[in-house]
Structures are given as C-alpha cells and as structure tokens.
C-alpha cells in the first residue's frame, strides 16, 4: 500500500515557478513508477509527467522544457517525488495530482494508476 501527500500548491502570476512535492510512504523509487497529473475545472483528468521504475520520463507536449520531474531519496523511510514548474502559464491551473503504479511500461491512461494523492491547487494568474 503506498500513500502519497502532495503539498507545495498556490497562486503565482505567470511565468512564476512553483515546486511540487509529493511524499510517498516507504521506499517507492524502482518499485514503482510516480507520476504527475492535473484537473481543470470541467475538464478530464490529464496526464503531465511520469518517472518510470527503470528511471525513464515522460511529459506532455505543453510542459516539455518547462517542468521537470525528479526525486529524491532521503536519508529517512519514505522517497519524495517533485515536480519543478517554470514559465508558468494560466492554462497550467489546475488540481494536481501525485500518483503511483506498479506497472513497469509508463502509462498516461489514469485508470492504470492505483495510488493517487489528494491533491493540491496550482493557480496561475495573467
């Protein structure tokens, strides 16, 4: 079972940065493959980036060059996972959403990831 909390959401004008955390609990790295995804108001959830098991990233079009995606193994338990946002823009506000799947191939499709976070606001302003 593994449990995630984001944190490190709010408002910033655009072309701001933001830096996105989500812990996870235990050791995660290589045993699953972390992902970041986000949901607009009246939109589907979307996929934003991911870091396989194998250490190998994925990101859509619109963030590629201005988000990263990377973690962290500390010296405690758990493994933290980031998401570095620059040169935001207004259509990055969104919920987003830390996740985790056990499967090895990346996904994109929300339904294959199990273990989801609650969430935490990102709101860009023009």
């Known amino acids: 079972q593994v449990q995630l909390v984001e944190s490190g959401g709010g408002l910033v004008q655009a072309g701001g940065s933001l830096r996105l955390s989500c812990a996870a609990s235990?050791?995660?790295?290589?045993?699953?493959?972390m992902g970041w995804f986000r949901q607009a108001p009246g939109k589907e959830r979307e996929f934003v980036a991911a870091?396989?098991?194998?250490?190998?990233?994925?990101?859509?079009d619109s963030v590629k060059g201005r988000f990263t995606i990377f973690g962290d193994n500390g010296d405690n338990a758990d493994d933290t996972m980031y998401l570095q946002m620059n040169s935001l823009k207004p259509e990055d506000t969104a919920v987003y959403f830390c996740?985790?799947?056990?499967?090895?191939?990346?996904?994109?499709?929300?339904?294959?990831?199990?273990?989801w976070g609650q969430g935490t606001q990102v709101t860009v302003s023009s």
């Open positions: 996740a985790a799947s056990s499967t090895y191939i990346l996904t994109r499709l929300p339904d294959r990831w199990g273990y």
């Open positions: 235990g050791r995660t790295f290589g045993s699953y493959a």
């Open positions: 870091i396989g098991r194998s250490g190998v990233t994925d990101y859509i």
